[in-house]
């Protein structure tokens, strides 16, 4: 989607994202739970950032709202120039199939489909690359390195080959958001490493990269890291690409 000159952030930036004064409140039976309260937060086209916190920061809470998955209760989210804050739910369903990929930290692939089969999903649900799904199929997993597990089962693959084609099938209809929650969790640290070299490699090719972490070590990492603490940013700092050219 082209924007406007009207839609560039100051200094000619491009944001994806744009949450203002965002709140969101759960009613338990204790009372109201505030989990997110006033977040104002923009997110650039090709940014690389980690969002950091510990269990009940709001980390997961956040996620959920960029990607339509809940609903703010207060304030607004813009995501590629669409606003998502009044959509239905068959609305946002639509609208994340095509804009949003989402890896899971346990990868969520199907196991009774092949690998192929598991990138393809998302374009067979969306309407998406008619006629040439298998074609993308191949084309996402030799890009993640694991084009000769295309016709595997994930239950024979390594935790990272799975964590890879969750990429993959997370790529496949081509989203300009990418949001990775915990995804170096269960692998190695050599795994972890290359999955993290992964993402910035997407990162670098436009591809808006949001990982949810509690690692702090991800932090060297990113481009920017965004601290939550008790449902607000704490701080918002920027990371190696940013430090190196300084």
């Not at 924007?3 to 009613?27: N, W």
């Not at 972890?192 to 910035?200: K, N, R, S």
Request: net charge neutral; charged share 25%.
């Amino acid at each position: 989607m082209k924007l406007d000159q009207d839609d560039r952030a100051p200094g000619g930036r491009v944001p994806l994202i744009v949450m203002s004064r965002v709140g969101k409140t759960y009613e338990t039976p204790a009372g109201t739970f505030t989990a997110l309260s006033g977040i104002d937060l923009d997110i650039d086209r090709g940014d690389f950032l980690a969002v950091v916190g510990k269990s009940g920061s709001g980390k997961s809470t956040l996620i959920n709202l960029l990607t339509g998955i809940d609903r703010a209760s207060t304030g607004s989210i813009t995501v590629a120039g669409v606003s998502i804050t009044g959509k239905s739910e068959t609305a946002l369903a639509a609208w994340r199939g095509r804009n949003v990929g989402i890896v899971f930290q346990f990868f969520q692939l199907l196991p009774t489909l092949t690998v192929a089969e598991n990138v393809m999903l998302p374009m067979d649900l969306c309407g998406t690359y008619v006629g040439k799904r298998r074609e993308r199929a191949m084309e996402l997993l030799g890009r993640v390195g694991i084009g000769d597990q295309a016709d595997k089962f994930p239950s024979a693959l390594s935790g990272g080959q799975q964590q890879r084609a969750a990429i993959a099938r997370a790529l496949a209809n081509d989203p300009p958001l990418l949001v990775a929650d915990e995804p170096t969790g269960n692998l190695d640290s050599r795994t972890a490493d290359d999955v993290l070299g992964l993402f910035a490699d997407l990162s670098a090719r436009g591809t808006t990269v949001v990982i949810v972490t509690h690692e702090r070590d991800i932090a060297a990492r990113v481009d920017r890291n965004i601290v939550l603490r008790d449902g607000v940013v704490d701080s918002d700092t920027a990371g190696r690409r940013v430090r190196a050219a300084e």
